[in-house]
Structures are given as C-alpha cells and as structure tokens.
Nanobody
Framework: QVQLVESGGGLVQPGGSLRLSCAASGIGFNIAIMRWYRQAPGYQRELVAAITQAESTNYADSVKGRFTITRDNAKNTVYLSMSSLKPEDTAIYYC?????????WGQGTQVTVSS
C-alpha cells in the first residue's frame, strides 16, 4: 500500500521558517520524482518545488531563494525547507511522488503565515 505522509506544517509569523517532511512507503522511492505542491483557498494547486532521482531541483519563481527541496533516499523522505515566509505562502502543502507514469499524493499539511 502506497502512503505519503506529510508533517511539519503549522502557524508561523511572517519572516519565519518551517520544514515540511514527507515520508513515503510502498513505492520505489529511489526512482521517484518528488514534488511539493500547494493550494490556497480559491486558487488552483500549484507546483512549488521538485527534485529528481539525481537530485536535480527546480522551483516556482515565487519561492526561489526562500525554499529548498531535499531528499533522503535512506529514509524515503523528502523535505521542503521554507524561510522568509510570507502571508501569501499560506496554503495546504501536498507531497507528490511520480514513479514512472503513476502519481501518488499525500493528504496535505496546512501552513499558515500570519502575525
């Protein structure tokens, strides 16, 4: 059974930092492309960051220089380190794993940036 379990969300003040984690099981994590998406109320889900099997990364323009995606294949876990958070980063953050042509999703974790 495939599971992607996100954690690390919460309430943070503007300018603060959070680190999200996504623990995967039931998939070939080493061959998966891992991505973080987010969805704010009233908006479509958008790609935030991605990391390939070779650890090549790419980011949405809105988070470049503030967010960092990393992976630990030994722990089957992908991370999203977020700094200099802004109110507009408020959203539910979802972990996505692409294995060959199949996509798997986590349940999401809420990030709220507010004073």
């Amino acid at each position: 059974q495939v599971q992607l379990v996100e954690s690390g969300g919460g309430l943070v003040q503007p300018g603060g930092s959070l680190r999200l984690s996504c623990a995967a099981s039931g998939i070939g994590f080493n061959i998966a492309i891992m991505r973080w998406y987010r969805q704010a109320p009233g908006y479509q889900r958008e790609l935030v960051a991605a990391i390939t099997q070779a650890e090549s990364t790419n980011y949405a323009d809105s988070v470049k220089g503030r967010f960092t995606i990393t992976r630990d294949n030994a722990k089957n876990t992908v991370y999203l380190s977020m700094s200099s958070l802004k109110p507009e980063d408020t959203a539910i953050y979802y972990c996505n794993a692409q294995v060959i042509i199949t996509n798997y999703w986590g349940q999401g974790t809420q990030v709220t940036v507010s004073s």
